[in-house]
């Protein structure tokens, strides 16, 4: 079974920066399509960033010029860069597969917090 884990979050004023990370227990991570998402308390997961094979990236609205997502193949890692923080990013960010391609067993996430 695949395991996931993220981290990197943390409390960041409005306007800040962070590098979330995600580990994947896979080799060779550039052949599966990589994606974030995120979840505030009381709404549904929404998939915020998605990186193909092809190298090939997809953001939401909401995010496009702000978020980077990239992956390192040497080390199964996959980043995702975020600039330019709001208030409204806030949630608990989780990294998997992308969800057309049949979802991994989720990791605990890391929370994102951003906060004047």
């Known amino acids: 079974q695949v395991q996931v884990a993220e981290s990197g979050g943390g409390l960041v004023r409005p306007g800040g920066s962070l590098r979330l990370s995600c580990t994947v227990s896979v080799e060779n991570v550039y052949r599966y399509a990589m994606s974030w998402y995120r979840q505030d308390p009381g709404k549904e997961r929404e998939l915020v960033a998605t990186l193909m094979p092809t190298d090939t990236t997809e953001y939401i609205d909401s995010v496009r010029g702000r978020f980077t997502i990239s992956r390192d193949n040497a080390k199964s890692m996959v980043y995702l860069d975020m600039h330019t923080l709001k208030p409204e990013d806030t949630a608990v960010y989780y990294c998997?597969?992308?969800?057309?391609?049949?979802?991994?067993?989720w990791g605990r996430g890391t929370q994102v917090t951003v906060s004047s």
């Open positions: 998997n597969r992308h969800q057309h391609f049949g979802l991994w067993t």
